[in-house]
């Protein structure tokens, strides 16, 4: 049977450089069952240690969680990418992990901690996440469909670190599954704004930094079960699956 999920596919962990450290799962679990999220997507800048343990937080409840990274691209374009299983996101990290250079400076950007369900602290990721891969936007979306994940394009409608604002435009073959927005535009002034996007699947999410933000902006998607395969449909609006614009 089809129904309707709340959905929060944007949401950050204490491991990301620029998110609070009370970000980490149990927390962030707690405040998304608080605001009746039914599937959250975890995706920290470029790493997903924590992934795992909010996994394991949200285990006995209803909140689906999927597994996810918001990845940088050599042309610093976000993007996020989203999987069914924690095995496929692994497999996306070591390639992530071959292309992502330098060190991070916790003075500057910030303490990235790998935070278990019990808020004890597993170790300190030193890599420099808030920085690019050198992998091109084409081809890391190649590497997301090969793992069976989404590719959504971050923020389309920030002035940095979006798609449209590092390369100017979105071609009809791009292979982006969905594109994100942020609640600031929202889905009528952006229909509006991007009317040649008209083929593309519009998402809000929180893109959550602090606790009190998750939950804050929430895709309301028809779908019969919380999974990538049923997200994809939705995205194709197929099979009765769709965004719910009108919210």
Not at 62 to 86: C, Q, R, Y
Not at 176 to 183: M, Q
Not at 219 to 229: C, D, H, K, M, Y
């Amino acid at each position: 049977m089809l129904k309707v999920f709340n959905c929060d596919l944007h949401v950050h962990t204490c491991l990301s450089p620029c998110a609070e450290l009370d970000m980490h799962p149990m927390p962030l679990v707690k405040k998304a069952l608080e605001t009746e999220l039914n599937i959250i997507a975890i995706c920290d800048h470029n790493s997903s240690a924590n992934v795992p343990y909010v996994i394991n937080a949200a285990r006995g409840s209803n909140l689906k969680i999927l597994p996810g990274m918001e990845i940088t691209t050599i042309e610093e374009v976000h993007l996020l990418a989203i999987f069914d299983s924690v095995s496929n996101l692994a497999l996306m990290q070591n390639i992530i992990d071959q292309h992502l250079k330098g060190e991070n400076d916790e003075d500057s950007f910030g303490v990235q901690a790998i935070v278990n369900e019990k808020g004890e602290v597993e170790g300190i990721n030193n890599q420099l996440l808030i920085g690019a891969t050198d992998i091109s936007l084409d081809k890391l979306i190649g590497y997301i469909h090969q793992f069976e994940g989404l590719a959504i394009a971050a923020h389309i409608d920030r002035e940095s670190f979006s798609v449209l604002s590092q390369l100017g435009f979105i071609d009809d073959n791009s292979g982006f599954d969905a594109l994100e927005i942020t609640p600031r535009t929202g889905f009528e002034q952006a229909r509006i704004k991007y009317p040649e996007l008209f083929k593309y699947s519009f998402i809000i999410s929180s893109d959550s930094h602090f606790v009190k933000d998750i939950g804050s902006a929430i895709t309301r998607i028809i779908l019969q079960e919380p999974s990538v395969a049923e997200l994809k449909m939705a995205f194709k609006k197929q099979n009765g699956r769709y965004v719910m614009e009108q919210q």
